[in-house]
């Protein structure tokens, strides 16, 4: 058997994979404190599903595939280890100046306070230039000093980042053995190692980061893997990365930037699945809707789109993992997103968010603030007695409650329109987030199919696809625990990068193909060792270019291992171009292409391709019911309320209507269809035309500006 186990911030979502390629899902609440007790008590769901204990169900698992918010967590909260930075003398403020941007063109306020303080940067006596010649030599005894200086200050990792180590990284090599004679036991990394890629701040926040969570990481993912042990589990346990695959977990310990933002990086690796399979569509939007966060990422001509843009925190405020990523962009809008009204009036949801502890007032722990669970629950839209399969009834009145008081009063609105307004505002915000994204990576939404996934994926879906034009929502059966799904289905993967700079005009073939071996080498290697019994694996090389006049490279695939011509040279110009254009909707096809980085990619398959069959629970329920439900649009109505696990395959069903599982539920608006797909997923068709919100030409959408309105003939009321 196989377990794929993703922790987020509310909830954590186990699928199991039998013999026979059969799946099920679980899904326990996730254990802030102790996240590790929350991946074993979806396992003791697993287990007494399957009339078996705990040990035996984990004496049968193979493999364990582990997502988790861990480490982002942890750089959120300021939990990560007290670290120290090392770079050469006169350059201690990289992570200060960084790129030098900023958001606001006109605001000379200081600089955001780096991710190591000034107080634990220390500056190393040497240099090496940009060739790699040693112009001053590494000062060792000032390096004594300077360990010296770190044990006193009871430093906890170290990060080193010197310039120009990645053309040649004598310094660095020597200063890492300095620190492991001098300062033994305490976690180092160095820059040329994890990340040997041109410019300073991405290579040493990256560097800075990784440090700073191997203490953390190390222990975290050796609990897990101890505490596995200790429960019966004798498998292969493995950690989802940031670029889309997996790895091992002694290995992501090793390198635990790898493991930021691991969960979401899934959700497009299974999306791309049933995007191809429900719709036939080779762009998807792939909405993954939580209880925490709202995270949106894309496959673009069935290609997950990758970033080196990834910020932790605001844009330019935060701290640049300056890692290859695949592109995510996460807004605080989930189940458990907070409603308030400012002291203005207007309504607000998100970011802040109740979490799993104490959760929505409904969840009846001790939560007073309405959130967007509250606001679907006074709607009608989810059964208080069928959450998760009615393993947690919701108090629907303690929900009402605080929707009337944090929004309805304040907002002169009865209790049906508060709860509408905080959905409208909820939507609003994932509508933006997906147009950032698909515009920024030249995608029309109306050439692309919405998948949904996350257990709220389905209350408002079809209104995101509305809002956006697109044709489909494709919401798969396994739509509650797409990420954990994702990682059933990903591959063990690595990436290894070298820096060198050439161009199309004098392209140095003999360095450059030195490069790509030494490359291939290093995949090769990763082949026979973590990926060793592989059945099958792919080796994909990738060229970081840019037109000569820019700052700013795009990664563009190299069409075999090696160029040997000038025809390759010439093809590889060429693929830039349509690159370019693809991306910013220009290309300069007259200009010549530098290219200063190369990279290659190795992926092990490490198992037969599953068969996607979601083993479901016996019909014992009606077929069919109905019960009231509020849509902005007609009010309440009589809706029709069906189990999923019921529905007759390709029998359309007219809105309105709730669809219920045992893990999600799914809202179909008035004049919108559903249909559930021999593959067990639901394709929704949105109402044939949006109901678009007044555009107010400033920062009020129309969604506030109803609001207002409302207030307005309320106070005018109140006046006559």
């Known amino acids: 058997m196989r377990f794929a186990v993703d922790t987020g911030g509310t909830f954590t979502d186990l699928v199991v ?49 582990h997502g988790t918010t861990r480490a982002i967590n942890a750089i959120i909260t300021g939990n990560t280890a007290k670290t120290a930075f090392l770079t050469t003398s006169g350059h201690p403020d990289i992570l200060v100046i960084r790129e030098g941007s900023r958001n606001d063109f006109f605001n000379f306020k200081p600089y955001p306070e780096p991710y190591v303080p000034r107080s634990l ?4 006596p040497e240099r090496i230039t940009e060739d790699g010649a040693i112009r001053e030599p590494l000062d060792e005894a000032a390096v004594i000093e300077i360990i010296a200086a770190l044990q006193e200050k009871d430093i906890e990792a170290v990060g080193v980042c010197l310039l120009w180590s990645i053309v040649n990284p004598a310094h660095e090599v020597r200063l890492g053995a300095l620190l492991e004679e001098h300062l033994p036991g305490v976690p180092y990394t160095l820059s040329h190692r994890l990340n040997p890629s041109l410019r300073e701040y991405r290579r040493a926040s990256s560097t800075c980061i990784d440090a700073s969570l191997k203490p953390l990481m190390g222990e975290y993912l050796g609990s ?121 009036g207007l309504l607000h949801v998100g970011p802040e968010s109740a979490g799993a502890v ?108 509305q809002r956006l034009g697109c044709p489909q929502v494709v919401i798969p059966d396994v739509a509650a625990a797409l990420s954990a799904v994702g ?109 200063v980085g190369w990279r290659a990619n190795v992926r092990c398959r490490l198992r037969e391709p599953s068969k996607r069959r979601v083993v479901e629970t016996a019909h014992d329920f009606p077929a069919a019911a109905r019960r009231q439900v509020y849509f902005p649009e007609v009010g309440i109505v009589e809706a029709e309320v069906l189990r999923l696990e019921a529905l007759a395959r390709d029998v359309a069903v007219q809105g309105p209507a709730i669809v219920e599982s045992s893990f999600t539920t799914v809202v179909i608006e008035p004049g919108a269809s559903v249909e559930r797909r021999p593959s067990g997923s639901l394709v929704i068709t949105p109402a044939a035309e949006a109901v678009r919100e007044v555009d107010t030409g400033g920062d009020l959408d129309g969604v506030q500006m109803a609001i207002l309105y409302k207030r307005l003939e309320a106070i005018s009321s109140k006046m006559a």
Request: proline share 4%; aromatic share 6%.
């Open 17 to 65: 994979e039998n013999e026979a390629g059969e799946w099920r899902l679980y899904k326990a609440e996730t254990t802030p404190d102790d996240p590790v007790a929350g991946v074993l008590d979806t396992l003791d769901l697993a287990a007494r599903d399957l009339g078996i204990d705990r040990a035996a169900l984990l004496g049968r698992g193979e493999m364990l595939i």
């Open 121 to 124: 940067t220390f500056e190393v």
């Open 224 to 344: 897990l893997d101890a505490r596995l042990r200790e429960a019966g589990f004798g498998g292969r346990v493995l950690v989802v990365t940031t670029q889309g695959g997996a790895m091992d977990a002694t290995d992501m310990a090793a390198a635990p930037i790898h493991s930021i933002n691991s969960g979401p990086a899934m959700a497009p690796i299974a999306g791309r699945a049933y995007a191809a399979a429900d719709a036939g569509f080779d762009n998807a939007i792939i909405a993954d809707t939580g209880g925490t966060t709202f995270d949106v990422s894309l496959v673009r001509g069935e290609r997950i789109p990758w970033t080196r843009e990834t910020w932790i925190g605001p844009e330019l405020l935060g701290h640049m993992t300056g890692f290859p990523a695949v592109d995510v962009k996460s807004i605080g809008a989930g189940g458990g997103s907070i409603a308030r009204v400012d002291r203005g």
């Open 358 to 465: 104490p959760g929505p007032a409904c969840y009846g722990k001790g939560g007073a603030a309405p959130t967007v669970t509250d606001a679907a629950l006074v709607l009608g839209w989810i059964d208080p007695d069928y959450f998760l399969g009615g393993a947690m009834r919701l108090d629907a009145a303690a929900a009402a409650d605080a929707i009337k008081a944090k929004v309805g009063e304040p907002l002169g609105l009865d209790l049906h329109e508060a709860a509408a307004a905080v959905m409208n505002v909820a939507t609003e915000n994932m509508v933006r987030a997906i147009e950032d994204i698909t515009v920024n990576q030249g995608i029309d939404p109306r050439q692309a199919v919405l998948i949904g996934g996350g257990g709220a994926a389905g209350l408002n879906a079809a209104q995101m696809a």
């Open 487 to 595: 990682a059933l289905i990903s591959d063990l993967r690595a990436e290894f990068s070298a820096t060198l700079y050439t161009d199309t005009t004098a392209f140095d073939f003999a360095r450059v193909n030195d490069v790509l071996s030494e490359l291939e080498a290093k995949c090769r290697d990763f082949i026979a060792g973590p990926g060793a019994g592989s059945l099958e694996h792919a080796i994909a090389f990738t060229a970081e270019a840019r037109y000569p006049s820019q700052i700013w490279e795009i990664e563009v695939p190299l069409r075999g291992n090696r160029l040997e011509s000038d025809a390759d040279v010439a093809a590889l110009r060429e693929d830039f171009h349509t690159a370019h254009q693809e991306i910013f909707a220009i290309a300069d096809r007259e200009s010549e292409v530098e290219i």
